[in-house]
Antibody, heavy 117, light 104 residues
Framework: EVQLVESGGGLVQPGGSLRLSCAAS????????MNWVRQAPGKGLEWVAG????????DHADSVKGRFTISRDNWKNTLYLQMESLRAEDTAVYYC??????????WGQGTLVTVSS | IQLTQSPSFLSASVGDRVTITCRAS??????LAWYQQKPGKAPKLLIY???TLQSGVPSRFSGSGSGTEFTLTISSLQPEDFATYYC?????????FGGGTKVE
């Protein structure tokens, strides 16, 4: 069974930094593209970033480009999201999700990031 | 690519047939997925490539469409189906989600 477990969320001041992690198990991690999706309180889903299985290709939403960086360590079966210059509007639950072809078929439970002074 | 879901809210009763529409701002072939989300939980994949039912999802859920117009249908609404539903396009980056439809 695929398991994705996010960690690293918390309270951070505006302008601060945070690194989220997503530990994967139950799959051949390097075979799958991975993504981060966030959900602000009471709002809908927003795709944040995606990375190919080898880590060579990445894409980021315009709203986070230049501030967030997605990466992965296939030896540790772990996905990361480095977040810099955080803003109040980045407050959200952040989910990692495994992509298989044309769907996100496994999701973590999410980790809450709160940006506030 | 923008995805517009309608309606945003839907009031329904157990046993009702429910239809949710998702319109894309340009053609996305059939690269559309549907998710169900309950409060405090992660989204759950229901349907992918517009009409393929994810393993383990009840057959009362079905999807159709291609190009720019897609529908999710629940043939007979069950108590556990009261939730928010999202469409997602995977045709091209940046990937996008619809605004959601809350079934209550």
């Amino acid at each position: 069974e695929v398991q994705l477990v996010e960690s690293g969320g918390g309270l951070v001041q505006p302008g601060g930094s945070l690194r989220l992690s997503c530990a994967a198990s139950g799959l051949n991690f390097r075979n799958y593209a991975m993504n981060w999706v966030r959900q602000a309180p009471g709002k809908g889903l927003e795709w944040v970033a995606g990375i190919g299985g080898s880590g060579d290709s990445t894409d980021h939403a315009d709203s986070v480009k230049g501030r967030f960086t997605i990466s992965r360590d296939n030896w540790k079966n772990t996905l990361y999201l480095q977040m810099e210059s955080l803003r109040a509007e980045d407050t959200a639950v952040y989910y990692c999700a495994k992509r298989t072809a044309w769907q996100f078929d496994s999701w973590g439970q999410g980790t809450l990031v709160t940006v506030s002074s | 690519i923008q995805l517009t879901q309608s309606p945003s809210f839907l009031s329904a009763s157990v046993g009702d047939r429910v239809t949710i529409t998702c319109r894309a701002s340009r053609g996305i072939s059939n690269y559309l997925a549907w998710y169900q989300q309950k409060p405090g939980k992660a989204p759950k994949l229901l349907i992918y490539v517009a009409s393929t039912l994810q393993s383990g999802v009840p057959s009362r859920f079905s999807g159709s469409g291609s190009g720019t117009e897609f529908t999710l249908t629940i043939s007979s609404l069950q108590p556990e189906d009261f939730a928010t539903y999202y469409c997602q396009q995977l045709d091209s980056y940046p990937l996008t989600f619809g605004g959601g439809t809350k079934v209550e």
